[in-house]
C-alpha cells in the first residue's frame, strides 16, 4: 500500500541481469524491540494484541520479505533468531552485534539484549568482511554499537561496504554532544573498513536533521555521503517523520532514521514513500497494522558506470 517514488531512471540498465548486478535494494528499519516495547516504551494508543509477539514477528517479517532488499539494516534486534531462522529460508544471511548493556536484560521475561543486525543476499553477494564496534564517546566505550560489512557481487566482484548502527536516545544538549561524538568515532570506523570501497551506512540515529551528527555525516570530507530520502522529488527535504508515536508525554512525530550512501558512487533510483497520516491512522504507531513505531526505509541505489 506504500508507493516508490522514482528519483532517477539508470538509463544505462541493458538487460535484467547487468539492471540486477547494478543495482542494490537497502531495507532500513528499527523494528522495536519486542521487551521494550511491551514494556518500556508507554505507547499510549497501542492496544496489547498488537504489541504481542506471536503477532508482530510475522508482520515484520512479511514487509521485510514483501520488499525483497538485497540487504536488511535492523536496530533493537531482541528476537535475532527467529530472524535468522526466517531470512535464512528466503536467501538471506545475518549478523547482529547486541548492546554492551541493553536495556532489554533488566525486563522480566526478556529474550536477551538488543542490538543492530544486518542480512545479505546469499546468491546476489559473498561476504568478505565483517567488523562489529562500541561506539566511543572521548575514547570511552558507550552504551550504542554498530555492525559492518564488506560483500562482493558474485557476477561483477565489484564489493561495496555495509554499515548501521542505532544512536543513543533522548533530547537534550548534552545527548546530542553525544550522539555527534557516537557518530564521529562511528565515521572513522566506516572510512578505515571501507577503504574506498561503496558506502551504504544507514540507522537510527536518533537525530532530527537539525542536529549536529546529521552535518557530522553529511560533511564527512573522504566518505562524501549523502542521504538517499533528501531527492529533488521530496524538494531535496528528508521526510517529515521516520517514526510517529503517541507517548503519555504527547505525540512524537520526526524524522531520525537514515540511509547514507557515497554519492560519487551511486545514484539513488528509488525510494519508498513514507505511509501517509490517514494510512497511518490517529493512533499512530505501533499498531494492529504496523508492528513497530518506527517505519521502513528502503532505497534502490544503482552503481555509477
Ligand atoms: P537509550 O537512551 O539509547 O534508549 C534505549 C531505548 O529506549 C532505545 O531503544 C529507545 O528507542 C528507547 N526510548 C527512547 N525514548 C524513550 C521513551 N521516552 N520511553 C521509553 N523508551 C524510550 O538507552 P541506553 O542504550 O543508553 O541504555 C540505557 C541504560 O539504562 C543502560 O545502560 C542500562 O544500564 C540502564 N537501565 C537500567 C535499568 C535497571 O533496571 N537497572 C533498566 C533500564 C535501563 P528509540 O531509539 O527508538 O528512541
Ligand atoms: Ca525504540
Redesign the pocket.
Same mark, same amino acid.
Given at each position: 500500500e506504500r508507493s516508490f517514488s522514482t528519483v532517477n531512471k539508470n538509463l544505462d540498465c541493458v538487460d535484467d541481469e547487468t539492471c540486477n548486478d547494478s543495482k542494490v535494494r537497502i531495507l532500513q528499519w *528499527?523494528v /522495536? &524491540?519486542q521487551a /521494550?516495547g511491551q514494556n @518500556? =516504551? *508507554?505507547f499510549v494508543c497501542c492496544p496489547d494484541e498488537a504489541l504481542e509477539w506471536r503477532r508482530r514477528r510475522y508482520q515484520i517479517l512479511q514487509e521485510i520479505i514483501a520488499y525483497n532488499p538485497d540487504i536488511i539494516c535492523l536496530?533493537?534486534v531482541d528476537h535475532f533468531e527467529f530472524l535468522k531462522k526466517t531470512l535464512n529460508t528466503q536467501g538471506y544471511s545475518g549478523t547482529f552485534f547486541p $548492546?554492551p548493556?541493553?536495556?532489554c536484560v533488566?525486563?522480566q521475561g526478556n529474550n536477551g539484549p =538488543?542490538g543492530c543486525a544486518i542480512f545479505y543476499k546469499t546468491d546476489k553477494y559473498d561476504l568478505i568482511g565483517l567488523e562489529t564496534k562500541i561506539l566511543e564517546v572521548w575514547r570511552v566505550k &558507550? @552504551?550504542?554499537v554498530a555492525v559492518l560489512l564488506v560483500i562482493r557481487n558474485k557476477n561483477t566482484q565489484e564489493e561495496m561496504c555495509i554499515a548501521t548502527t !542505532? /544512536? $543513543?536516545?533522548?533530547n537534550g544538549a548534552l545527548l546530542s554532544t553525544l550522539r555527534n561524538e557516537q557518530g564521529k568515532d562511528l565515521l572513522d570506523f566506516v572510512s578505515t573498513h571501507a577503504c574506498g570501497r561503496p558506502v551504504i551506512l544507514s540507522g537510527?540515529f @536518533?537525530a532530527e536533521p537539525t542536529e549536529p551528527i546529521y552535518n557530522t555525516v553529511m560533511n564527512h570530507e573522504t566518505l562524501g555521503l549523502a542521504s538517499a530520502y533528501r531527492n529533488p522529488t521530496s524538494n531535496n527535504q528528508e521526510p517529515k517523520y521516520t517514526?510517529w508515536k503517541i507517548?503519555e508525554?504527547g505525540e512524537v512525530c520526526h524524522t531520525?532514521d537514515y540511509v547514507f550512501f557515497s554519492q560519487d558512487k551511486f545514484d539513488v533510483e528509488a525510494v519508498l514513500d513514507m505511509p501517509s497520516g490517514e494510512q497511518i491512522g490517529e493512533a499512530r504507531v505501533p499498531s494492529l497494522r504496523y508492528p513497530s513505531? !518506527?517505519f521502513s526505509l528502503v532505497c534502490d541505489l544503482a552503481l555509477k558506470k
Open positions: *528499527n /522495536l &524491540s /521494550l @518500556n =516504551d *508507554n536496530q533493537e $548492546k548493556d541493553s536495556p533488566y525486563i =538488543d &558507550s @552504551n550504542q !542505532h /544512536l $543513543k536516545a533522548r537510527d @536518533n517514526t507517548r508525554e531520525i513505531d !518506527h
